[in-house]
């Protein structure tokens, strides 16, 4: 299993925001690139982005500064999401050397358009699902749709994406703990990877996510328990690759 840490981009600054809300953030620091360098030095497999800016734009605002770190790390994969709306996007980001790209809010509005981009960009394209008591949200988590999480998992496996990202928005950023149950039933539920996503908080998360990882879970981000010191990436990326995943 996967231990990914995450580098949420705000005017060019590594925030932390709590659950998604753009005026309740925390920076951690004012250089994006040699934070990523920080986690590759401990270790990481894979770097998780999030264009926070581009999220709530509808179009990439921080590309500039996700191309430096794909430049600096060339070795190391590297996901991206936020703001990715339409197929140019998509390219450009492909181009740049990123191997993921995360769709999100356009997912659930449209989803023929991760049918075709799955199609187009086979092994490249990843589905970020956020939901609350099992109802996905969309537009930054402002809205919750009434679409069921593991129905529109079932239905972006079909269209042939890489994995889910699955995240409770109501652990993000809040420090609560991961949830494993519903991360779990998620990954029963389809036959693609599921990465988890929100609270984690320690490395009892980790331990709890890793007796799941056999369902299906090949990975679990983590934000702000890597900065604020409550999880030691090194420690816990460790023990996140001796568990298997089917």
Not at 20 to 35: C, K, Q
Not at 114 to 128: C, D, F, K, Q, T
Not at 200 to 207: A, L
């Amino acid at each position: 299993m996967l231990l990914i840490p995450a580098i949420d981009l705000k005017e060019g600054k590594c925030v932390r925001l709590r659950q998604g809300r753009m005026d309740d953030d925390t920076v951690f620091s004012d250089d994006p690139v040699a934070v990523a360098g920080k986690w590759v030095a401990a270790g990481a497999k894979r770097i998780h982005l999030v264009d926070l800016d581009g999220a709530f734009a509808g179009k990439p605002v921080n590309a500039n500064i996700i191309k430096a770190i794909v430049a600096a790390f060339p070795d190391v994969p590297v996901q991206i999401g936020g703001g990715i709306r339409d197929e140019e996007t998509i390219q450009a980001y492909l181009d740049a050397g990123v191997e993921y790209v995360i769709i999100g809010t356009k997912a659930v509005n449209e989803p023929h358009f991760v049918s075709n981009m799955a199609l187009e960009y086979p092994r490249h394209i990843i589905v970020g699902l956020d939901a609350k008591e099992g109802k996905v949200a969309i537009d930054g988590w402002s809205k919750l749709s009434k679409h069921d999480v593991i129905d529109l998992a079932k239905h972006f496996e079909a269209d042939g994406v890489e994995a889910i990202i699955y995240t409770d928005i109501s652990r993000d950023g809040m420090m609560q703990g991961v949830n494993v149950e519903a991360t779990a039933r998620l990954a029963r539920a389809i036959k693609i990877p599921v990465i988890a996503s929100g609270g984690i908080t320690s490395i009892d998360d980790i331990k709890a996510l890793g007796a799941v990882a056999h369902e299906g879970i090949m990975g679990a981000i983590t934000g702000r328990a890597i900065y604020e010191g409550t999880l030691d990436f090194a420690e816990a990326e460790k023990l996140a690759e001796s568990f298997c995943v089917s």
